[in-house]
């Protein structure tokens, strides 16, 4: 083999080799990627059924069921236009309570109940994720300027 074909090939399998390693990248970061989507986007179909998503808002106020002896809980997520059923088999966080703000990562049935594998709970009085602040604003309220 000439040298310059050597080189041709050892350039060729290292192109190669950052496209295949790319890739994995790419498909490894596709699978860890988790979208956010409030009750009435679920409503309304925009989640997708079978692949996990986070679901947050509001707890529902007087819907929150626990099945005694389990771990089992049952409650309900509201943007104040919509509520989702949520269930969840667990120790929910210290800071789980109605009227709270909350993120739950799971999937949505086919009946339209979403299972959540982990419960997340605001910390405190003033904080709540971005993603839900702007979810709970009625529509057509531009959200408040910063500073």
Known sequence: M???RRRLVLV??????????????????????MFYFDPTQVARGEAPQGERFRLGGMVEKGSV???????????????FQRTVPVHYSGVLPDLFREGQGVVAHGRLGVDGVFTADEVLAKHDENYMPPEVHRSLKPPGQAAAPQG
Do not use: K, Y
């Open 2 to 4: 000439t040298p310059r």
């Open 65 to 79: 069921v626990r099945t005694p002896g389990s771990l089992q809980v049952q409650f309900l997520v509201t943007d």
């Open 12 to 33: 060729l399998g290292i192109l190669a080799g950052v496209a295949a390693a790319g890739a994995l990248a790419l498909q490894a970061f596709r699978e860890n990627v």
